[in-house]
């Protein structure tokens, strides 16, 4: 079993920054596992949009068009935690942000290659 809990957001004027972070625990076999860590966003009656992913053992990352120059997404030294700092934010950027673990080596922004998800924490961008 592998838990995700994110943490970080918050409310934030337009032009101002966050950092999420995304905290992974449970069975230290299945964490070891986990090939790419991606973060996503949503909102009420939409679908699930893919951020940002990084690749826990390379450090290779890919971002989603919409956050390039923006967002940039890292690892902690222990590499069970990822975190999603988030510049220039603007009010379309208010969602619920939740971060994914996958066991694939290679992993894309789609919501179904992932394997497990946190709870989500708030996003919310004042104009």
């Known amino acids: 079993q592998v838990q995700l809990v994110e943490s970080g957001g918050g409310a934030v004027q337009a032009g101002g920054s966050l950092r999420l972070s995304c905290a992974a625990s449970?069975?230290?076999?299945?964490?070891?596992?986990?090939?790419?860590m991606g973060w996503f966003r949503q909102t009420t009656g939409k679908e699930r949009e893919g951020i940002a992913v990084i690749n826990t053992h390379s450090g290779r990352t890919y971002y989603a068009d919409f956050v390039k120059g923006r967002f940039t997404v890292s690892q902690d030294t222990t590499k069970n935690t990822v975190v999603l700092q988030m510049n220039s934010l603007n009010p379309e950027d208010t969602a619920m942000y939740y971060c994914?673990?996958?066991?694939?080596?290679?992993?894309?922004?789609?919501?179904?290659?992932?394997?497990?998800w946190g709870q989500g924490t708030q996003v919310t961008v004042s104009s």
């Open positions: 449970g069975d230290t076999y299945r964490i070891d596992r986990i090939d790419v």
């Open positions: 994914a673990a996958s066991f694939r080596y290679s992993a894309s922004t789609s919501p179904s290659e992932y394997n497990y």
